[in-house]
């Protein structure tokens, strides 16, 4: 037969179960505090940043993500994101998921993403798993930085670099392209046709083309191209 508690110990008990009530009022308080500051940081991030259950499907995007590609919240959330990739981006994209179901994180991976309207932007992606109080993955956060500018700027570049390059290689006059510290960067087929010299032969070296008595005369040249228009593409014509 079970012994009847007694008042003491049913006081007692009592105060146990309002301290574990408070205790987890206080817990309960705490998560909802931590959940309101990194969901602050979320909505705050001007970087588009994905949340992914472990099956893949989107759980949550903040507003940048919006503004960047044009979906809502509500019309994608529980779904999966496929049509978001491009298929020429599927090889590093499925690199970044597989590291991510593995549980390591990732960074600096770069690829395309569609836009609503069906624009290409360039990112730099960076992602990570989240784990519940025991450990256990749950799902993915993913954060891009659109990098579609950069990419534009870098193509310029290179197609700049390259009908200069055609200008150099069809020019009847020899150009030879220098660093900063004097040594050949770039020769062009007419100075090879007119002095003999490959850009192999020449390169880390002080091109010997300069007659003795010329020397002084063409190094004061070359300073004074360096001091007064080094940088602002005015040129210096040496006879």
């Known amino acids: 037969m079970l012994k009847k508690p007694t008042y003491e110990e049913l006081e007692q008990r009592v105060k146990e179960l309002?301290?574990?009530a408070i205790k987890l009022k206080q817990?309960?308080?705490a998560l909802r505090e931590s959940e309101e500051k990194y969901r602050t940081v979320l909505e705050s991030s001007p970087a588009p940043i994905v949340v992914y259950d472990m099956e893949g499907n989107l759980?949550?995007?903040n507003p940048a993500f919006t503004s960047a590609y044009g979906w809502t919240l509500e019309e994608c959330v529980g779904k999966k994101m496929n049509n978001f990739v491009p298929d020429e981006s599927w090889p590093e994209t499925k690199m970044a998921i597989?590291?991510?179901?593995s549980g390591?994180?990732?960074s600096g991976i770069e690829t395309t993403?569609?836009?609503k309207k069906g624009d290409i932007r360039y990112v730099r992606m960076g992602g990570s798993v989240y784990r519940n109080f025991e450990g256990i993955p749950v799902g993915t956060i993913a954060i891009q930085y659109d990098i579609t500018e950069h990419k534009k700027a870098e193509h310029a570049l290179r197609e700049s670099e390259e009908r200069l390059r055609a200008i150099f290689e069809a020019s009847a006059d020899p150009i030879v392209v220098y660093d900063t510290?004097?040594?050949p960067q770039y020769l062009n087929p007419a100075f090879t046709h007119v002095f003999g010299w490959t850009l192999g032969e020449l390169e880390g070296r002080l091109i010997p083309f300069v007659p003795d008595n010329e020397k002084e005369r063409i190094s004061a040249g070359i300073r004074y191209l360096y001091d007064n228009y080094y940088g602002n593409g005015e040129a210096l014509r040496v006879e």
């Open 18 to 20: 309002k301290i574990e």
């Open 27 to 29: 817990a309960e308080d």
């Open 59 to 61: 759980v949550y995007f």
């Open 98 to 101: 597989d590291k991510l179901l």
């Open 104 to 106: 390591e994180g990732f």
């Open 113 to 115: 993403r569609y836009t």
């Open 181 to 183: 510290q004097g040594y």
